[in-house]
């Protein structure tokens, strides 16, 4: 989805584009953008912005406008007693933004996006929202947009007398939206507040990526309906404010989108976003410090200075109070815009909006895109780390109120000594040294942030971990006392001695396991809740107590198992068995995250293995043989080449093809590989 914001000191306006990838953007010099090329080339600047997994359009939002990165658990919600994955819309915890802090914002597009922001306020009607219905996205998704229904999308405004029926009318419907002459009044009320925002949110491209590839005709000239629907958007917002310089710009994207026209992964079509500022108060094109990369080479973008960012660097950068009004455009996959306005003509500390922090954001202004001295970039920092560690103080009271044991974070036991450093090099006008001390305790802040988020990590790996071995040791004894053949003696003595381990308490009868298996849940039971734990933890610690609880009602048949093993010695044989398996399991668990592993091992099967069958069988069946050594060969091949293609409906058709002929191929030659079986096993008898 994308989306256009504008955020303003007298009243904000933002705007982002969704789906957007940074390389369909820059590559040829912004080719499909001009707009957007002429404020890279001459009056603004260009980064990458990296976004996090998930790469998806709410964790997205929430980074460039609250300034964090959400838990992933944020896409379900639980709602009317029942789990749902409204959760995409309506937060599971409620947590402060930029929209939140403005005193007013005005947000048009999709409905998936807009109601998080609009329901999470502190002031329900600080949030205004101006949405299409929501089977808008289903006719643009499908591709299929039939005259009923775009006549439906030009109740209110001109559909510009388009013939192309895709997603990028959803694009068409917020630009027309945001020009409607209804919109006048809304513009007045702008003009005389202070600190608001215009958000303006594009699903287009979003959409049509996911129906039809990023590499297609119609996204690709979606990309040239935004540039030239944000070139509108801006040149309007100028004109009525008359062209008094005062506005800066942000442009940039909540995610990407793969060739395979998804996203969701880490894959760097999805996590790497652009982002474009200019304006007032932001840095103009660096020619003297370029970047040569392999990015800015393949872009023809090697002659200008790029410094990159993290997603959630937007949100501090949008709040400075060093403007009057800023327009913010976010594109979920490619793009966000920005703009602001200096109050006054004195333009004292701040940021670009003038709106305090959000309350949770947890990264760095982007300093480099700031065209302002250095003691004003110094205070920025200052404050921001400040903002962040106030966070940390929050997060250690709240873990050590619930804590035993508590081990503090020790690299900011003297954190007061670090705070005063800073305020003493900006005293004596150190900036660059503030900066860096600044920015230092704000990295620090961050890693404390994360030691209590993740402080009961080892409790939960461990449990987590013991009670799926206890379903291993489970399932296999289970499998070794019903189907491996053992003696039926060794488990009636087995069945014996657990009789003999039975007792009473209170009329109820039970073995020494249960009885362990309760005692052990109840002391744990106690410590969590003392730990004020969620309720899950107890559903861990219930799964590892009860499949322990069965294995050592085995225990007598896993001992009778492992001494008749070592007294026969055919335990050698079968440890070296089960540590195949256990390598050959590894294998396959190894190729999910690269699956080039896969092609020594089928080498080595199509090969080796013919070699181990009995020489009758080869002699009979020459050819099989050799079809499976080309097949195997040829499939390790394949796992070498890269995993996204361009689609080919000719590939999949010669696909289709290999598969039927194989299958008559198979169908054909399976009962004569039967009898060369039956033939090689009579003669070597």
Same mark, same amino acid.
């Given at each position: 989805?994308?989306?256009?914001?504008?955020?303003?000191?007298?009243?904000?306006?933002? *705007?982002?584009?969704?789906?957007?990838?940074?390389?369909?953007?820059?590559?040829?010099?912004?080719?499909?953008?001009?707009?957007?090329? +002429?404020?890279?080339?001459?009056?603004?600047?260009?980064?990458?912005?990296?976004?996090?997994?998930?790469?998806?359009?709410?964790?997205?939002?929430?980074?460039?406008?609250?300034?964090?990165?959400?838990?992933?658990?944020?896409?379900?919600?639980?709602?009317?007693?029942?789990?749902?994955?409204?959760?995409?819309?309506?937060?599971?915890?409620?947590?402060?933004?930029?929209?939140?802090?403005?005193?007013?914002?005005? *947000?048009?597009?999709?409905?998936?996006?807009?109601?998080?922001?609009? +329901?999470?306020?502190?002031?329900?009607?600080?949030?205004?929202?101006?949405?299409?219905?929501?089977?808008?996205?289903?006719?643009?998704?499908?591709?299929?947009?039939?005259?009923?229904?775009?006549? *439906?999308?030009?109740?209110?405004?001109?559909?510009?007398?388009?013939?192309?029926?895709?997603?990028?009318?959803?694009?068409?419907?917020?630009?027309?939206?945001?020009?409607?002459?209804?919109?006048?009044?809304?513009?007045?009320?702008?003009?005389?507040?202070?600190?608001?925002?215009?958000?303006?949110?594009?699903?287009?491209?979003?959409?049509?990526?996911?129906?039809?590839?990023?590499?297609?005709?119609?996204?690709? @000239?979606?990309?040239?309906?935004?540039?030239?629907?944000?070139?509108?958007?801006?040149?309007?917002?100028?004109?009525?404010? @008359?062209?008094?310089?005062?506005?800066?710009?942000?442009?940039?994207?909540?995610?990407?989108?793969?060739?395979?026209?998804?996203?969701?992964?880490?894959?760097?079509?999805?996590?790497?976003?652009?982002?474009?500022?200019?304006?007032?108060?932001?840095?103009?094109?660096?020619?003297?410090?370029?970047?040569?990369?392999?990015?800015?080479?393949?872009?023809?973008?090697?002659?200008?200075?790029?410094?990159?960012?993290?997603?959630?660097?937007?949100?501090?950068?949008?709040?400075?109070?060093?403007?009057?009004?800023?327009?913010?455009?976010?594109?979920?996959?490619?793009?966000?815009?920005? $703009?602001?306005?200096?109050?006054?003509?004195?333009?004292?500390?701040?940021?670009?909006?003038?709106?305090?922090?959000?309350?949770?954001?947890?990264?760095?202004?982007?300093?480099?895109?700031?065209?302002?001295?250095?003691?004003?970039?110094?205070?920025?920092?200052?404050?921001?780390?400040?903002?962040?560690?106030?966070?940390?103080?929050?997060?250690?009271?709240?873990?050590?109120?619930?804590?035993?044991?508590?081990?503090?974070?020790?690299?900011?036991?003297?954190?007061?000594?670090?705070?005063?450093?800073?305020?003493?090099?900006?005293?004596? +006008?150190?900036?660059?040294?503030?900066?860096?001390?600044?920015?230092?305790?704000?990295?620090?802040?961050?890693?404390?942030?994360?030691?209590?988020?993740?402080? +009961?990590?080892?409790?939960?790996?461990?449990?987590?971990?013991?009670?799926?071995?206890?379903?291993?040791?489970?399932?296999?004894?289970?499998?070794?006392?019903?189907?491996?053949?053992?003696?039926?003696?060794?488990?009636?003595?087995?069945?014996?001695?657990?009789?003999?381990?039975?007792?009473?308490?209170?009329?109820?009868?039970?073995?020494?396991?249960?009885?362990?298996?309760?005692?052990?849940?109840?002391?744990?039971?106690?410590?969590?809740?003392?730990?004020?734990?969620?309720?899950?933890?107890?559903?861990?610690?219930?799964?590892?107590?009860?499949?322990?609880?069965?294995?050592?009602?085995?225990?007598?048949?896993?001992?009778?198992?492992?001494?008749? @093993?070592?007294?026969?010695?055919?335990?050698?044989?079968?440890?070296?068995?089960?540590?195949?398996?256990?390598?050959?399991?590894?294998?396959?668990?190894?190729?999910?995250?690269?699956?080039?592993?896969?092609?020594?091992?089928?080498?080595?099967?199509?090969?080796?293995?013919?070699?181990?069958?009995?020489?009758?069988?080869?002699?009979?069946?020459?050819?099989?043989?050799?079809?499976?050594?080309?097949?195997?060969?040829?499939?390790?091949?394949?796992?070498?080449?890269?995993?996204?293609?361009?689609?080919?409906?000719?590939?999949?058709?010669?696909?289709? $093809?290999?598969?039927?002929?194989?299958?008559?191929?198979?169908?054909?030659?399976?009962?004569?590989?039967?009898?060369?079986?039956?033939?090689?096993?009579?003669?070597?008898?």
């Amino acid at each position: 989805m994308s989306m256009i914001m504008l955020l303003l000191h007298i009243d904000p306006r933002h *705007s982002t584009a969704d789906g957007l990838r940074a390389d369909k953007l820059f590559e040829k010099q912004l080719g499909r953008a001009p707009f957007l090329k +002429d404020i890279v080339m001459n009056t603004g600047s260009f980064r990458i912005s990296r976004t996090h997994v998930p790469t998806e359009s709410r964790p997205g939002h929430v980074a460039l406008i609250a300034g964090f990165y959400e838990d992933v658990s944020a896409v379900t919600s639980v709602l009317n007693n029942r789990l749902s994955f409204e959760g995409w819309k309506h937060n599971p915890v409620e947590f402060d933004s930029v929209f939140n802090e403005s005193r007013k914002t005005w *947000s048009f597009g999709s409905p998936d996006i807009l109601p998080m922001f609009a +329901d999470g306020a502190s002031d329900k009607h600080r949030v205004e929202t101006f949405m299409y219905p929501p089977e808008f996205e289903d006719f643009a998704e499908k591709g299929n947009l039939d005259k009923q229904h775009t006549r *439906s999308f030009s109740l209110s405004f001109d559909i510009r007398k388009t013939t192309v029926l895709d997603a990028s009318m959803l694009d068409t419907w917020v630009f027309d939206k945001v020009d409607d002459k209804n919109m006048t009044p809304v513009f007045f009320r702008i003009h005389s507040r202070v600190m608001f925002e215009f958000f303006v949110g594009l699903l287009g491209l979003d959409t049509n990526g996911h129906a039809h590839r990023p590499y297609s005709k119609k996204y690709l @000239n979606n990309i040239q309906l935004v540039d030239s629907g944000i070139q509108r958007f801006v040149e309007n917002w100028d004109a009525f404010f @008359n062209h008094d310089g005062k506005t800066a710009y942000v442009f940039t994207e909540d995610h990407g989108m793969s060739n395979r026209g998804n996203h969701g992964d880490g894959n760097p079509d999805n996590t790497e976003t652009p982002l474009i500022a200019w304006g007032a108060g932001i840095a103009g094109p660096d020619r003297k410090n370029a970047v040569v990369d392999s990015y800015s080479i393949d872009w023809g973008l090697d002659k200008l200075k790029r410094v990159d960012v993290n997603q959630a660097d937007v949100a501090p950068l949008m709040v400075r109070k060093q403007f009057r009004h800023s327009l913010y455009t976010s594109n979920l996959a490619v793009a966000n815009l920005l $703009i602001s306005h200096p109050p006054t003509s004195h333009q004292t500390q701040s940021t670009l909006i003038g709106i305090p922090y959000p309350m949770n954001s947890v990264d760095e202004p982007p300093l480099a895109y700031l065209n302002n001295n250095a003691h004003y970039k110094a205070e920025a920092a200052f404050r921001n780390a400040r903002q962040i560690l106030r966070q940390f103080f929050v997060k250690q009271e709240s873990k050590r109120s619930t804590e035993l044991f508590f081990e503090p974070f020790p690299f900011l036991l003297n954190h007061e000594t670090l705070i005063q450093e800073i305020q003493g090099l900006i005293a004596e +006008d150190l900036m660059d040294a503030a900066i860096e001390k600044s920015q230092e305790l704000a990295r620090v802040c961050i890693e404390g942030l994360r030691y209590y988020q993740i402080y +009961d990590w080892l409790f939960l790996r461990g449990m987590i971990s013991v009670g799926y071995l206890g379903w291993i040791a489970n399932r296999l004894l289970f499998v070794f006392k019903n189907y491996a053949g053992y003696s039926f003696g060794a488990i009636e003595e087995d069945e014996r001695d657990r009789k003999m381990h039975i007792f009473s308490f209170a009329n109820t009868r039970f073995d020494k396991a249960t009885f362990g298996a309760v005692v052990f849940f109840a002391t744990f039971s106690a410590f969590m809740h003392m730990k004020q734990s969620h309720p899950n933890y107890y559903l861990y610690i219930a799964f590892l107590v009860h499949l322990w609880a069965q294995v050592f009602k085995e225990c007598r048949f896993a001992w009778t198992l492992i001494t008749s @093993n070592l007294k026969s010695g055919a335990w050698m044989m079968n440890f070296s068995k089960g540590a195949l398996y256990f390598i050959g399991l590894e294998f396959l668990v190894y190729s999910y995250f690269s699956r080039e592993i896969l092609t020594p091992a089928l080498i080595v099967a199509g090969i080796v293995w013919p070699m181990l069958t009995p020489e009758s069988f080869q002699k009979y069946n020459a050819g099989f043989v050799w079809y499976w050594r080309i097949s195997c060969i040829g499939t390790s091949i394949f796992l070498m080449l890269p995993v996204e293609f361009d689609e080919d409906i000719r590939l999949v058709t010669l696909g289709g $093809i290999l598969i039927l002929v194989s299958g008559i191929f198979a169908a054909y030659f399976s009962p004569l590989y039967a009898t060369s079986i039956e033939i090689s096993i009579e003669k070597s008898e």
